[in-house]
């Protein structure tokens, strides 16, 4: 009689994070892009500032540059002398002259304060319009509402360090200090295919005449999502028969010209799996099988010079096993620095309840409502693609641990991982 198969212990989620972020290195080359073309990117190079931001004194709100000197009382009245819009420099201001002034407008040289039109008045003079005056209402400060030349960026500043994710932010900043162009790292080289003869392409086949038993490949489409949104360059080879040498050629194919390749489905232990014994005759698997729910089936190795990821064919087990173990990899393959080894959470009351508690940490598909807690989606099924639709974030819950209502738990938003 044959002995049952002895399986390596679980391993925990967090040892199985930092042991993939051990074994990725950012990928070497870099590309010049358009500042416009480079949302999502990572900074191969660190920027620095050519000049000062902003270049120059100028007024932070509309109304008039005066001396604080000649308004230091309230109801001072002083000569509008000049008229400075931006984009105009305007002349030296003297002794009881104010200048009308309008928002980023540089100061005129004399003028030391800014004072808004909402507390001065003007005054018609019944003359020209160079006898027109102002009355200021309020006591002037030295360097109220003036913007100092450098204040924001210090010519020679490191204005955003290598590594940097950048984003419209990131991107405007740049913009600020006149760069057109930016050196980024490569994007990585990913390909994707899924296993499983149960699987049709939505198109193929319409839903009346599906056969028993056959599925449409979700999946493949969330993931291609995923991947692009991580800044890859995928290569999608589609869906590949549940059979041994048919996975072994689509290894082989994928290994060629590939940073990573990314599969779903096949990679539990039953005998129409085949991924687990394809790529360890093809190179090496380290990890396989995580204390996680849902997500258990995850495998890792390389094949030839490629990290190979294997994530479950459940759909919801795929969808949560690439934000929290393949996104980060991307991210320190792209060489970003704010990757981290640690799954960031916020603290958030549990509106439910949770009396199932299981032995592995889970992730409950859940949302936030109107009274600031969290809700739970029903069925926690990890075929239930509903639930992550439904949800804009995961529970992060324990192994072992029940909720009750009103307890606070620990909450990743989506908008966490997806960024």
């Not at 967090?14 to 990928?27: F, N, Q, S, T, Y």
């Not at 308004?71 to 030296?92: D, K, T, Y």
């Amino acid at each position: 009689m044959t002995a049952p198969a002895k399986f390596p212990p679980l391993r925990s989620l967090d040892d199985a994070l930092a042991e993939l972020l051990g074994k990725v290195a950012p990928l070497q080359g870099e590309e010049l892009v358009s500042t416009f073309d480079a949302d999502r990117r990572v900074l191969a190079r660190a920027v620095t500032s050519a000049l000062n931001v902003p270049g120059f004194d100028n007024s932070a709100m509309d109304g008039y540059a005066v001396r604080s000197s000649d308004a230091g009382q309230a109801g001072a009245v002083l000569q509008v002398a000049q008229r400075i819009p931006a984009g105009h420099f305007g002349q030296a201001l003297h002794a009881g002259q104010a200048a009308r002034i309008f928002t980023g407008a540089p100061l005129p040289p004399g003028a030391d304060a800014v004072v808004t039109q909402e507390d001065c008045t003007a005054l018609d003079s019944g003359q020209s319009q160079d006898d027109a005056t102002v009355r200021v209402n309020v006591a002037a400060q030295h360097g109220q509402w003036v913007r100092r030349a450098g204040e924001d960026i210090a010519q020679g500043a490191v204005v955003l360090p290598q590594g940097t994710l950048l984003g419209p932010a990131e991107l405007g900043l740049v913009a600020s200090i006149g760069l057109h162009q930016l050196y980024v790292t490569r994007r990585a080289r990913v390909a994707l295919f899924s296993t499983g003869d149960e699987l049709v392409m939505p198109g193929d086949i319409a839903p009346q005449d599906l056969k028993p038993g056959t599925i449409y490949n979700s999946n493949r489409f969330f993931l291609r999502t995923l991947l692009q949104r991580a800044g890859c360059d995928v290569t999608d080879l589609g869906i590949v028969p549940d059979n041994r040498a048919a996975t072994v050629a689509a290894l082989q194919a994928a290994a060629h010209n590939h940073d990573m390749i990314v599969t779903s489905g096949g990679v539990s232990v039953g005998e129409e799996d085949h991924i687990k014994p394809a790529v360890q005759q093809l190179g090496s698997l380290d990890l396989w099988s995580i204390s996680m729910k849902p997500g258990k089936p995850f495998a890792y190795g390389t094949v030839g010079a490629a990290h190979f990821v294997g994530l479950p064919g459940n759909p919801v087990s795929s969808f949560v096993t690439f934000l929290l173990l393949v996104r980060p990899m991307l991210a320190a393959l792209h060489g970003q620095s704010s990757h981290s080894s640690t799954i960031k959470s916020i603290a958030a009351r549990a509106d439910f309840t949770w009396a199932r508690a299981d032995k592995r940490r889970e992730f409950l598909r859940a949302r936030r409502n109107e009274h600031g807690g969290l809700d739970v989606y029903p069925n926690q099924s990890s075929g239930v693609l509903t639930s992550a639709v439904w949800a804009d974030g995961l529970v992060d819950n324990p192994a072992g641990t029940t909720i009750a209502l009103g307890d606070t738990v620990r909450f990743i938003p989506f908008d966490h991982l997806l960024a």
